[in-house]
């Protein structure tokens, strides 16, 4: 099949590539920069196959051509080499996951070479290294200074006999994967996250940025990042009962007014009458007298706490002294609660010393934010010097306006001139409120029910002892590990949760469902429901007997009934049954209630994105350990910079939980700022998270100092051709977008995108016509290609077929057909001693080079090699000019046996050789145009060859006289294989059928024996 020992000259020159280090590339000052990359692999075990031969091939025609363009090309390779498939095969194969991953890189590493790829393998970067994760780990407490990183709790999914967390896809119908008996449990775990909303609008609006990334990919990012102008509605759903909890404030006069048998202050202002109001709703309430009021003692008042039940239901109300004690408290305990009132709250920020020194001076953690439901903080206009101090302290720390009354002085009795306190009573007794996003304002009268997701976080809080808990916690259950694509698809469903929301708009209370087709990611994760204005309300209140009220009627056709509507009515119209907007249009009514409810603050305008903060926990070994310490004394404890990097242990048990739980010694540590005793965090990050940066790695692997030298970054950054699957279109490809803008924040980058060109690779499917994959088993080995054919021919196959960003189908035929066109190469050029050129030729290979180019630079490597195969079947006798161009334009392609060729007459490697430079005065037009007339006739022989069914013997072509000139026979004998005899109407020497007189201008006749 091969005449050639393709496989010898494939390793003769992979070696000597390598020996000469000529991939190998560094810094140059003046000299233009090009940096071609594809997306890195994960190193599976299995190999190669020519799937993944396809896309590397693509990268590497580009980096050639770029390289002999005259660029300095930075064109490395790495592996994605953490993440869940090596810790299942290390559970598997009972084999470790590094051992795993290094055997799988150095087979990934032998067959990458043996396709001639032309990577700068010294900048090798592999995510399992300690010196990358460290790195990791670096970027993660630089997240956690600037408030990006943060914890709180999420929904997982639980194996309760695994004892550990499972990914989505390891839930079956429910169940463990490893367990099919085994009900997964929906479980609220503390984990970490990255608060990319931080740069959802950024992220958004520079998508238009990026005018060389394919449309579709633009479009998927948009949508998934999901830009919404709308209005927060405050509706509000009925609590589960609450407790409360007061706490007075402090006075050093209190110990005489207690010597005297006076009362002490607290009982002197509104603490009796609230405690009494409270009591009264059946809300029961606790107002200690907290020890020595007047020489109060932190951890004295701390132990008093241990006796009051503080739950996640609980309000807490601190007055003065009594709410610089609460914040400290929380931010130590890490208490959930479901409310914090601060009243004129007070704290220690000056440096000289207060009488409440051991009480109220700390520093405030504004974490405690996260495990309470709403704070609120009340000030009056008369305060104190240094009580309003301490409420901007900690207004600002909290990121919660103080809410300011009018002349409360210090809201004791004699200032306030009475002992009733309504707006605390309020905002103690008032409902939970879920702000409900909607660009739809004007349906609000026609809200007939709510809908919450089924993955809410409180959704169990929400149903905990109501008649409906059991039924909506089985339906919560059976939609455990569903993917939300396959959720979309599902019947819309959900159950009632027996509890009601007040319409802000006109106070109705309408029913809480839950559903299967609500994101708990999206706004509060519940949706105000308008059935015959939304399709898919419109259905679920038909299924479910709920109902339907029309409020917007269109403004031509007929009136709408809520009795015959048989779909939901979603466009403009005019407003009905909508009290004093009734007639006015949806344009104007969205404005008109946005602004009511703004007025009532029962809402504001807001702007919506779907795109939610990044949950990168994963409760598994073989990923990046995440670099944080718990400390009962100071809670939450970055690991200091200089400790980096947090080494993940060797010896664990892998089967049962998170392998490293199971390694005592390693999670034991000392606090970095007490020095007792504490413990690591055992969750690793997302492996996301390492292939956001990698692509900067690559510009400086090997420092041990810093992430990267920022000079070497600002002369290969940004990426200018990116290589990668469109399915990473909202994963990676946003991912890494936000991590470059963060660390262009941090100052370390001066660019604000990662890329400035995409290409987004099709996919090969095997010979039996599905996507090439190990499961299928219909994968094609590099080694079994190169062996029967040459890696040449596949690479030249691969490009050929079809447009790389077309799907393509792997066959035998094609590539034999590669094969036959290499060999007549090969046969070619062995044998080829130098002539003239003739005018022809010239104008041909001019033209060629010039349509190449633009094709290589376009990704129409297709069109590029059917141009190169058309040049080639031009060549008689040529000279070294010409035949140097050629083998420099099928180089990218076919590196191996170019090589081979060049150093027939050339000791340089023609991968470092410069591009061929065409002659636009070479290019006669009219040689072209004689071409495509010479085509037109082959064309049109192929037809008849084709009808007659048979081998032709001779072919007469009947030409008018002055057109002789234009046909090549030489080249149509060599195409048909027989005699080709060309005759005009003046000289016929043989006309068996009369078809000369059938000769037209440009149409020749035709006759075939």
């Known amino acids: 099949m091969a005449r050639f020992n393709f496989q010898a000259i494939e390793k003769k020159w992979q070696q000597e590539w390598e020996k000469k280090k000529i991939f190998v590339v560094s810094e140059k000052k003046g000299k233009k920069k090009f940096y071609v990359l594809e997306m890195f692999p994960y190193p599976s075990a299995y190999g190669l196959h020519m799937g993944h031969a396809f896309n590397y091939t693509i990268g590497d025609i580009y980096a050639r051509f770029m390289r002999m363009q005259g660029y300095n090309v930075l064109y490395p390779m790495g592996y994605d080499s953490l993440g869940l498939p090596a810790e299942n095969a290390a559970i598997k194969e009972k084999i470790h996951p590094k051992k795993y991953t290094d055997r799988a890189i150095s087979n990934f590493i032998k067959q990458q070479k043996g396709l001639g790829i032309s990577y700068d393998w010294s900048r090798l970067v592999m995510t399992h290294d300690l010196s990358y994760y460290k790195w990791d780990q670096w970027i993660f407490l630089q997240m956690f200074k600037k408030g990006i990183a943060y914890r709180k709790k999420a929904p997982v999914n639980y194996c309760p006999r695994c004892k550990t967390v499972l990914a989505n896809e390891q839930v079956i119908n ?71 909890v007061v706490v007075h404030g402090v006075n050093k006069k209190d110990k005489e007014k207690l010597a005297r048998g006076e009362p002490p202050q607290n009982e002197r202002h ?12 059946g809300i029961k309430t606790e107002a200690p007298l907290m020890p020595n009021n007047w020489n109060p003692k932190y951890n004295d008042w701390k132990k008093e706490f241990k006796n009051l039940n503080i739950n996640e239901n609980s309000v807490l109300i601190g007055h003065s002294g009594g709410g610089g004690f609460l914040i400290r408290w929380l931010g130590e305990t890490k208490k959930r609660i479901k409310k914090l009132i601060l009243i004129a709250p007070a704290i220690a920020y000056a440096k000289e010393k207060t009488p409440f020194e051991d009480l109220l001076r700390f520093k405030i953690d504004n974490k405690i934010k996260e495990n309470i439901g709403e704070i609120i903080i009340f000030v009056s206009n008369n305060e104190n010097e240094s009580i309003r101090k301490s409420v901007r302290i900690i207004s600002e720390k909290l990121d919660v306006p103080p809410t300011t009354l009018k002349d409360k002085g210090h809201f004791l009795e004699k200032h306030m001139g009475t002992q009733e306190f309504p707006e605390l009573l309020k905002e103690v007794i008032s409902r939970k409120k879920w702000p409900i996003f909607t660009t739809r304002a004007d349906t609000i009268f026609g809200v007939t029910f709510m809908v919450i997701s089924a993955q809410h976080p409180e959704l169990p809080e929400l149903v905990k002892g109501t008649k409906q808990e059991k039924e909506v916690m089985s339906f919560v259950s059976k939609l455990r590990g569903i993917k939300q694509e396959d959720i979309d698809k599902m019947d819309k469903e959900g159950v009632f949760i027996g509890k009601y929301a007040i319409n802000p708009i006109n106070n109705e209370k309408v029913p809480v469902y839950v559903g299967n087709f609500v994101l708990a990611e999206y706004g509060s994760g519940m949706v105000m429901a308008v059935p015959a204005h939304d399709q898919r309300d419109f259905e679920f ?51 008109e209630i946005s602004k009511s409810l703004q007025q ?16 990168i926990s994963r409760q598994r070994y073989w990923g990046t350990p995440i670099p944080i310490i718990y400390c009962d004394k100071c809670g939450i404890v970055p690991v200091p910079e200089k400790d980096l990097p947090i080494k993940l242990p060797e010896k664990v048990k ?76 909202t994963g990676h490809l946003i991912y890494f977008r936000f991590y470059t803008k963060f660390l262009r924040d941090l100052g370390l980058l001066n660019i604000d995108e990662p890329t400035l060109k995409l290409f987004n690779q099709g996919v090969l499917h095997g010979p039996d016509g599905r996507k090439m994959s190990k499961s299928y088993g219909n994968v094609v080995l590099p080694e079994e290609v190169s062996k029967k054919y040459g890696i040449d021919t596949a690479r030249l196959f691969l490009v050929s077929m079809a447009s790389p960003d077309k799907d393509l189908k792997w066959g035998d035929k094609g590539v034999e057909g590669s094969l036959r066109f290499i060999n007549r190469v090969m046969g070619y050029f062995t044998k080829l001693k130098f002539g003239k050129s003739d ?12 349509e190449v180019t633009q094709d290589i630079k376009e990704f129409r490597y297709n069109l590029a090699v059917i141009k190169i195969r058309k040049l080639f079947d031009y060549f008689t006798e040529i000279d070294k000019k010409t035949a140097e161009a050629f083998l420099k334009m099928l180089h990218p392609f076919c590196p191996h046996i170019t090589e081979e060729l060049w150093h027939q007459w050339n000791k340089t490697f023609i991968s470092l050789e410069s591009w061929p430079k065409y002659n636009e005065k070479k290019i006669n037009l009219a040689f072209e145009k004689e071409e495509e007339i010479q085509e037109k006739l082959k064309q049109d022989i192929r ?67």
């Open 541 to 591: 209140a038909k299924k479910y007997k709920i109902p339907i009220r029309v409020v917007i009627q269109p403004k031509k056709d007929k009136k709408l009934s809520e009795k015959t509507m048989k779909q939901a009515y979603v466009d403009y119209g005019i407003l009905v049954n909508s009290g004093k907007f009734n007639k006015m249009t949806s344009e104007k009514a969205i404005i």
């Open 943 to 1009: 037809q008849i060859v084709k009808i007659l069914g048979t081998r032709p013997k001779g072919i007469y072509v009947y030409v008018i006289p002055k057109e002789l000139k234009v046909y090549n026979p030489k080249e149509l004998e060599k195409e048909f294989n027989c005699k080709v005899d060309f005759q005009t109407s003046n000289k016929i020497t043989y006309d068996p059928k009369k078809k000369a007189k059938k000769a037209k201008p440009g149409k020749p006749a035709i006759y075939i024996e």
């Open 839 to 850: 005018p022809r030729l010239e104008s041909k290979l001019n033209k060629t080079i010039k």
């Open 174 to 244: 429910g169940k463990c994967w490893r367990h099919e008996d085994t009900e997964v449990e929906i479980k609220q775990l503390e984990q970490w996250f990255f608060k990319i909303t931080k740069y959802a609008s950024e992220l958004y609006d520079k998508i238009d940025k990026l005018k060389d990334w394919p449309e579709d990919i633009k479009l998927m990012q948009k949508y998934w990042i999901g830009k919404s102008h709308g209005v927060d509605i405050d509706f509000e759903i009925e609590d589960k009962d609450i407790n409360c």
């Open 270 to 281: 509104w603490i009796p009458w609230i405690k009494k109001q409270l009591e009264k709703k």
């Open 654 to 729: 892998f089967g049962k939980g998170n392998p490293l739980e199971t390694v005592k010694t390693w999670i034991k540590v000392k606090c970095p700022k007490c020095k007792k005793d504490a413990k690591r965090e055992t969750d690793t990050m997302d492996t996301f998270v390492n292939s956001s940066w990698y692509f900067l790695r690559y510009c400086d692997p090997k420092n041990k100092n810093k992430i990267f030298d920022k000079k070497k970054v600002k002369y290969w950054m940004p990426i200018d051709q990116y290589i990668g699957g469109k399915e990473h279109a």
């Open 600 to 615: 009532k603050n029962k809402g504001k305008h807001t702007i919506q994105y779907k795109l939610k903060d990044w949950l």
